[in-house]
């Protein structure tokens, strides 16, 4: 566990510092050589500093342990730092498109072999920040950072966007062809609306976690055959599992021999809970309700409010 938040903060804090390197590398060099795709990238990433925080702030409050006031943990936090960052990119999207828009109606701009130097290396270093935080998130289930590695494939999308659209302008430049020069607001547009979608994806799924949607049907069906494994279990009544950030918690009911004793049907749900934990290392807790089951009783799965 240690390791593993080693890993996470490593990760996240990699994010951090390069958010805050590429905006001020990009409001610089878009400023000073009068490049537009720059200086809205570099907004973009000055929005993506506040997400990282969001993300960072988030990621230490879901490992806080149990408390009197939070008995299931904390682990929703990272699903709200996760809506935060959804949020963050929706209004990036937003400004981009509105920049992109606003560029055409406007005199086109010169571009320069600095500020297409300055959107490659955005490019690349975004798309290794990318692919290294994704797995470290999906290896560590922590929604922060599959958040955090979201919102830099949005930059991934933006700097593409800008090289494109500096290359095209250099390309006009050169040939004087006048039409290329508006390439680079046309790539932005393009780009807002895939960053809008990304933002769409991401809120969607923290809105799904925070009330509580039922985890995948495909999970559902692995823990129903495991439970079925359990000799003493005679009728499945009811499961659930919720999402809680990093981990997730299962819902139970089962009929059990009405005959058998307080002590044995302590046993049973002991059981059951191990089995769970022990094939699925995201289950943090299982509670199980004993029903009673008689001869007779059909055995196959059925939903019931008993």
């Known amino acids: 566990m240690v390791n593993e938040n080693r890993q996470s903060s490593?990760?996240?804090?990699?994010?951090?510092?390069?958010?805050?390197?590429?905006?001020?590398?990009?409001?610089?060099?878009?400023?000073?050589?009068?490049?537009?795709?720059?200086?809205?990238?570099?907004?973009?990433?000055?929005?993506?500093?506040?997400a990282t925080g969001a993300a960072?702030?988030?990621?230490?409050?879901?490992?806080?342990?149990?408390?009197?006031?939070?008995?299931?943990?904390h682990g929703k936090?990272?699903?709200?730092?996760?809506?935060?960052?959804?949020?963050?990119?929706?209004?990036?999207?937003?400004?981009?498109?509105?920049?992109?828009?606003?560029?055409?109606?406007?005199?086109?701009?010169k571009a320069t072999v600095i500020a297409l130097f300055a959107a490659v290396f955005s490019l690349i270093l975004k798309q290794i920040l990318y692919l290294y935080t994704m797995s470290i998130g999906k290896r560590l289930k922590s929604n922060g950072?599959?958040?955090?590695?979201?919102?830099h494939l949005a930059d991934v999308y933006a700097s593409i966007a800008a090289v494109v659209g500096i290359g095209l302008a250099m390309v006009g430049d050169h040939y004087h062809i006048g039409i290329l020069s508006y390439g680079d607001p046309v790539a932005g547009i393009i780009v807002a609306i895939l960053v809008f979608k990304l933002a769409f994806h991401m809120g969607k799924s923290s809105v799904d976690v925070l009330m509580e949607k039922n985890i995948d049907p495909d999970k559902i069906d692995e823990l129903v055959e495991l439970i079925h494994q359990i000799p003493e279990v005679k009728r499945l009544?009811?499961?659930?599992?919720?999402?809680?950030?990093?981990?997730?918690?299962?819902?139970?009911?089962v009929g059990v021999p009405a005959e058998?004793?307080?002590?044995?049907?302590h046993d049973i749900s002991r059981k059951i809970k191990q089995?769970?934990?022990?094939?699925?290392?995201?289950?943090?807790?299982?509670?199980?309700?004993?029903?009673?089951?008689?001869?007779?009783d059909r055995s196959e799965f059925k939903e019931s409010n008993e």
């Open 237 to 253: 009544d009811r499961i659930r599992g919720r999402d809680h950030g990093h981990y997730i918690i299962v819902d139970v009911r």
């Open 260 to 265: 058998l004793s307080v002590q044995e049907g």
């Open 145 to 151: 950072l599959i958040a955090t590695a979201y919102d």
């Open 275 to 296: 089995t769970i934990m022990e094939q699925h290392s995201d289950v943090e807790e299982v509670l199980v309700h004993l029903n009673p089951w008689y001869e007779g």
């Open 56 to 73: 960072l702030s988030s990621m230490r409050v879901s490992k806080m342990p149990p408390d009197d006031d939070h008995p299931y943990g």
């Open 77 to 109: 936090a990272e699903v709200v730092g996760a809506g935060i960052v959804a949020i963050i990119l929706a209004l990036a999207a937003i400004y981009m498109a509105f920049h992109s828009v606003a560029i055409l109606f406007e005199p086109p701009h």
């Open 10 to 50: 490593i990760a996240i804090w990699l994010s951090f510092i390069s958010n805050v390197a590429l905006t001020a590398i990009k409001l610089a060099v878009g400023m000073v050589f009068g490049s537009p795709v720059l200086v809205a990238d570099g907004v973009h990433n000055a929005g993506d500093v506040v």
